[in-house]
């Protein structure tokens, strides 16, 4: 039987061609994944790969840049913005889960009388969570950049543009990731670029948003020649290459300093810190390692270094405690300034406020007087939207009940130096510890316990936020964890001296009480200001057209 002619078949619809939506997130995320192996903590300080990593930051949003904003909407806007969204999320979920592997070094959590299934679980929640509110942050971001990129391509305006505006959102993102009760802004691009002295003296002249935004632009430039438009990337060139020359000029000598500072590493674990039987023994452990460093003026101990409520006259172990304390820093011109916890009776009665914070022993302080951690961490210090997320997330706290924040900044005015102070989440916010130079701190210290994270990254991360604290503001800045990292920062973002992770250590170092005020300290975030109006200006440009047109 012969075959009937091809003309009498019945025509087959070809196959509607899948928008390769998945397939075109691949590169997306993998970009994510680079700008958080950019981050310090991954490989060995000074070793030539933790020199090469920083790089990645600056080509690791190039995938993003090439698809953000770049689907035609013949298949609909909605089409569109939802490709959008699912490569800004892959982006976001990629970055973060990259960045912040460390929390899951946080099992197992007996300590907080959770089972080993139950402490699986929370550490899993606390580390999925925190890159899905982000990622989903930076995804809602990228869509409405996405649509911003759109319609000003529909505009016709000069795409040599885009990557500046590009920068300007991205620096906008991260300047909102400090602001609510979520706030978290520990993905500063800038913290990278530790390793890169010279790039880091534009820090006190415009802070760590205007670092981001070279960094982004750079990356965004890339992604605009890659597609065409070189001019660009000559200015992106040009502007690098203009940040690393003036970073050269600005790099001074370590100033000279006649300030002898110590900073003691204590050493314990969790399991160990928190044990009430082990009291005595922690406050040995500080006097006999702050003992190594006699001739130090000011001794510095970690963050909540004894646990223990300071002004709790009302116990006979604590005055004990505190006895043993003062009567150790009695020599004149020696001082001790620790992490401390502190309570303080309501006014209306009821539970009373605790604060975690920072206070000073010595010659002429009798009295308890402290400066309060500003930025407690969501989940661990208080409970964020209390009332309306499930109480159950509150057992994540160390304590019973929510800390109270400190407000202002309030520095301690020691005969040789002004220190103002930060606690352990209060360093990776910049206007922190600016606002205590702005209240006359000469000399600034950070107290932290990163024992939780145990031997990951997380410590190494929390140190080059110390370092970009420096800079910003011009201090030397001491530096003491309870497990580590510690050690001492000059005014230009060098380590003085380092301690490694894990074992008890006292780093100690000469420093000096400075002055001066940068213009970053003193104004603040003004490249996030003119970054939110150029966004604004590209917006209204595309807009305008859109309605001529029309």
Not at 431 to 454: C, E, F, M, P, S
Request: with cysteine.
């Amino acid at each position: 039987m012969s075959a009937p002619p091809m003309d009498s078949l019945p025509a087959v619809p070809a196959r509607a061609a899948r928008p390769a939506t998945w397939r075109a997130m691949l590169p997306v995320a993998i970009g994510g994944v680079a700008l958080g192996l950019a981050f310090p903590g991954y490989v060995p300080v000074g070793s030539a790969l933790s020199h090469l990593l920083p790089l990645l930051a600056w080509i690791g949003l190039i995938p993003w840049f090439l698809a953000i904003g770049r689907t035609p909407v013949s298949g609909g806007i909605r089409s569109a913005l939802w490709r959008d969204f699912l490569s800004s999320l892959a982006l976001g979920m990629a970055f973060e889960l990259t960045l912040n592997y460390w929390l899951l070094a946080m099992y197992p959590l007996n300590f907080l009388g959770l089972s080993d299934g139950v402490g699986a679980l929370v550490v899993f929640v606390c580390w999925a969570g925190l890159a899905s509110v982000f990622g989903v942050g930076i995804a809602l971001a990228g869509t409405l950049y996405g649509q911003l990129v759109r319609r000003y391509l529909r505009a016709d305006r000069p795409r040599w543009l885009l990557p500046v505006v590009g920068a300007a959102f991205w620096m906008l993102l991260e300047w909102a990731q400090t602001q609510g009760q979520l706030a978290y802004p520990w993905d500063v691009l800038a913290v990278s670029q530790t390793p890169y002295l010279p790039l880091l003296q534009i820090l006190p002249y415009g802070g760590p948003y205007l670092l981001s935004g070279l960094i982004v632009f750079g990356g965004a430039a890339m992604a605009e020649a890659r597609m065409g438009e070189r001019r660009p990337l000559f200015a992106a060139g040009l502007l690098t290459a203009a940040a690393v020359a003036f970073g050269f000029f600005a790099l001074k000598p370590t100033p000279v300093g006649t300030i002898r500072v110590a900073a003691v590493q204590g050493n314990f674990l969790e399991t160990q810190k928190w044990s009430p039987g082990a009291l005595g023994d922690t406050v040995d452990r500080y006097l006999k390692l702050s003992a190594q460093a006699p001739r130090a003026q000011l001794v510095v101990w970690p963050e909540s270094a004894i646990p223990m409520y300071w002004n709790d006259s009302g116990s006979p172990l604590v005055r004990t405690e505190v006895s043993q304390i003062r009567a150790a820093f009695t020599r004149p011109g020696r001082y001790l300034l620790s992490g401390a916890l502190f309570f303080r009776p309501r006014p209306t009665g009821g539970y009373p406020n605790l604060y975690n914070a920072t206070t000073v022993v010595g010659p002429g302080w009798d009295g308890w007087q402290w400066e309060a951690k500003r930025h407690l961490v969501p989940f661990g210090e208080f409970m964020p939207f209390r009332g309306i997320l499930p109480d159950v997330l509150a057992k994540l706290n160390v304590l019973t009940h929510d800390l109270t924040p400190g407000r202002h900044a309030h520095p301690f005015a020691l005969p040789f130096a002004t220190v103002g102070t930060g606690v352990c989440f209060d360093s990776i916010f910049p206007r922190t510890l600016a606002a205590d130079v702005q209240h006359g701190a000469t000399l600034l210290a950070i107290v932290t316990n990163d024992a939780w994270y145990k031997d990951t990254a997380a410590p190494h991360q929390s140190f080059a936020q110390s370092i970009l604290r420096a800079v910003e503001n011009r201090r030397f800045l001491v530096r003491a964890a309870n497990t580590g990292v510690s050690g001492v920062i000059d005014p230009y973002g060098r380590v003085l001296v380092r301690t490694r992770t894990f074992v008890p250590a006292v780093a100690t170092a000469s420093v000096a009480a400075l002055t001066g005020i940068t213009p970053y300290t003193r104004i603040g975030d003004w490249p996030v200001l003119m970054a939110a109006m150029l966004v604004a200006f590209a917006l209204a440009w595309s807009l305008v057209s859109d309605r001529s047109r029309a």
